[in-house]
């Protein structure tokens, strides 16, 4: 038993009150003589006896009131050994796309926002985060109104991002009992383990499911080019389970454009095909209707006029594959052999290749570092007589060099599958061909990435930002790297990666980056807008070009029209699909956290864990009962 006021149990002194009242009542009788008291004698000492009990009796009862009323005002209590440490609780809620199942006629984390509200007593101070947002120190009445218009993020917290980010939120003291409450349906993607040192933090997980968890999700589309003018776009559908014949409607703008239903396909994802027409801008939506998760039914997709990448090759020696790569339409080619012809074309260029050069003349040298300053892209193809001083002057910048020529037969074995180049490019790691190989090969210096490697790991293609360099001569006398299968995805893909053109769509969340073919005044910014939303993306002008970067803008998804441009110009962007996958982890199985079914059960136990009893009214009553007491030891024992 402990005690709120312990101070107030030094008036147990007074006590000695009634010890003291007690020994005054006692007085000595003085006997005197008198003839014939046989009876007296025997009422007399009956009444001594009777008198004697009724004083201890008096005294036991009147201590017992002190005692009691002494007690009472102390405030006696009894609780367990937690009860009586500051509690500190940080709640995590996951409010990812995920919680957008249906329970019963909400969604799961409406569903789990009412029952917080519900559970936790008023009064109880804690800190809430979610996965963008976070409330410090409040009660449910501060944030009920703020949890009620809580919105669904397309970001997902995982497990340790959520036990590192709690440690901020709790104090560092130790006498503290901390409480690490997360509430989340625990997909796979949320991923990680619970750290083995917490600081006496302590992890309680609530599961939070639904029993019917069916989804059909629009996972991707893309353009399917052929002989025929027209244009097929495959749109890629999954379901976690097994779903009848759906339909699915594309749209341009408002209008319905086509109409097709697709079926469950088992161990693979369905596949549906959209013709559509040829030349011709669309501003797209593919949308899908079940009852599972919604932000997954619209894919928003853009068709823009195509603008062609221009490419400028100084030196027309054996550049016959390079004019066959780069001749299709979606390539502005051109090839010169003298520097007054090249250096007034440079600027305009998306991609400059020097192409077996020997030499380079200085105001050539001026021109080329002139455009990787401006944020150019190049590739440097060697020839094996080439003056190394002159490349490694224009390469003086990008931080690698070439070194001496080495004629050491090598076989081109590494393929780089992680490099940014090669994104989307491998549907498969290609395995057992026809290595190409070269004769002889130049070290290259520095710190870079390596995209092609030789067999003794020297690098035959390596970049560093946007500047690409082969450490080979490409000719047939030295390498048969041109009739290989790597050519077409490793040099054509740098095309691709020199001008940033615009997507079907983008992932939002991402690093998106798209490049716009004209040159911004100082006074002119591009602004993107969609339904009177307006942002400004970062953006910078890059030679004749101005590139856009998308990464925390836009938050909603759909179609933003670009404005301030002469193009006529929109981009689509989409939330990731991650999450539409409903697999989940085994928090059961998981050591290191205690499981709870729901958040009122969880609650229900902290709220015991840290009940005080309080026995104040229980002296209060028995003092009343000794006042009683006295009263009736009054009245009979007289």
């Not at 789990?112 to 559970?119: H, M, W």
């Not at 409480?179 to 750290?195: E, M």
């Not at 693979?268 to 095909?273: C, D, H, T």
Request: aromatic share 10%.
């Amino acid at each position: 038993m402990l005690f709120k006021y312990p101070q107030l149990l030094w008036a147990l002194w007074l006590l000695l009150l009634p010890i003291l009242v007690h020994l005054l009542q006692l007085r000595k009788f003085k006997r005197t003589p008198f003839t014939n008291v046989k009876l007296l004698q025997k009422v007399v000492a009956k009444s001594q006896r009777s008198q004697s009990l009724k004083r201890w009796l008096l005294l036991f009862t009147r201590m017992a009131l002190f005692a009691s009323l002494i007690f009472a005002f102390a405030q006696p209590f009894t609780a367990s050994s937690t009860a009586l440490k500051e509690q500190e609780i940080v709640l995590y809620l996951d409010n990812s796309h995920s919680l957008q199942l249906r329970k019963d006629n909400s969604s799961l984390l409406e569903e789990t926002i009412q029952e917080l509200i519900e559970s936790i007593p008023t009064g109880v101070r804690f800190t809430l985060f979610t996965n963008d947002e976070e409330f410090k120190d409040v009660t449910i009445d501060d944030i009920q109104n703020e949890l009620l218009q809580l919105a669904f993020s397309p970001n997902q917290l995982t497990l340790n991002d959520i036990f590192l980010k709690s440690g901020t939120y709790f104090s560092q003291s130790t006498s503290t009992n901390k409480k690490l409450i997360v509430l989340s349906d625990f997909q796979r993607s949320i991923n990680g383990t619970i750290p083995d040192s917490l600081n006496e933090i302590e992890p309680y997980f609530v599961p939070l499911r639904v029993e019917n968890m069916n989804n059909i999700s629009l996972d991707s589309l893309y353009l399917q080019t052929g002989n025929s003018p027209e244009k097929n776009l495959v749109v890629i559908v999954s379901g976690s389970s097994p779903f009848e014949s759906t339909p699915i409607s594309a749209y341009n703008g408002k209008a319905l454009i086509a109409k097709a239903a697709v079926s469950y396909t088992p161990n693979e994802k369905s596949k549906i095909i959209f013709t559509l027409p040829a030349n011709e801008e669309i501003t797209g939506k593919v949308s899908i209707s079940d009852m599972g998760l919604t932000y997954d039914n619209e894919l928003y997709f853009n068709i823009n006029t195509r603008e062609k990448i221009k490419i400028l090759t100084l030196g027309t020696a054996n550049d016959l594959f390079l004019q066959k790569l780069f001749g299709d339409d979606s390539c502005e080619y051109s090839s010169v052999d003298e520097d007054e012809q090249a250096i007034p074309l440079i600027d305009s260029q998306d991609l400059v290749i020097l192409n077996e050069l020997t030499s380079i003349s200085i105001p050539l040298q001026a021109s080329i570092k002139e455009y990787l300053q401006q944020g150019g892209s190049m590739i440097v193809i060697p020839s094996q007589e080439m003056n190394v001083r002159d490349f490694n002057k224009i390469l003086s910048g990008t931080g690698f060099s070439y070194g001496t020529r080495l004629a050491v037969p090598q076989q081109i074995t590494g393929i780089n599958y992680e490099h940014p180049l090669f994104v989307n490019v491998f549907k498969d790691r290609i395995d057992n061909f026809q290595y190409p190989d070269v004769k002889q090969y130049y070290k290259v210096n520095g710190n870079t990435s390596d995209i092609l490697s030789y067999a003794n790991g020297a690098p035959f293609l390596a970049s560093r930002g946007d500047v690409y360099v082969f450490s080979a001569s490409l000719e047939y006398v030295n390498s048969n790297f041109k009739s290989s299968p790597l050519v077409v995805p490793s040099v054509y893909a740098i095309a691709l990666q020199s001008r940033k053109l615009a997507s079907l769509y983008y992932t939002m969340e991402n690093e998106n980056s798209v490049d716009i073919p004209e040159l911004m005044q100082q006074d002119r910014i591009i602004s993107v807008q969609k339904d009177g939303e307006e942002f400004i993306p970062r953006q910078q002008s890059i030679g004749q070009k101005t590139r856009l970067w998308f990464s925390e803008y836009p938050k909603e998804p759909g179609t933003y029209e670009l404005k301030n441009t002469q193009q006529n110009m929109s981009l689509s962007f989409n939330y990731a699909r991650k999450e539409s996958d409903l697999s989940y982890l085994e928090v059961e199985s998981m050591e290191g956290a205690t499981i709870k079914s729901s958040v009122s059960e969880l609650f229900n136990e902290i709220e015991n864990d840290n009940a005080v009893t309080n026995l104040w009214k229980w002296f209060a009553i028995l003092a009343l009962l000794f006042i009683l007491t006295e009263v009736i030891i009054q009245k009979v024992l007289k």
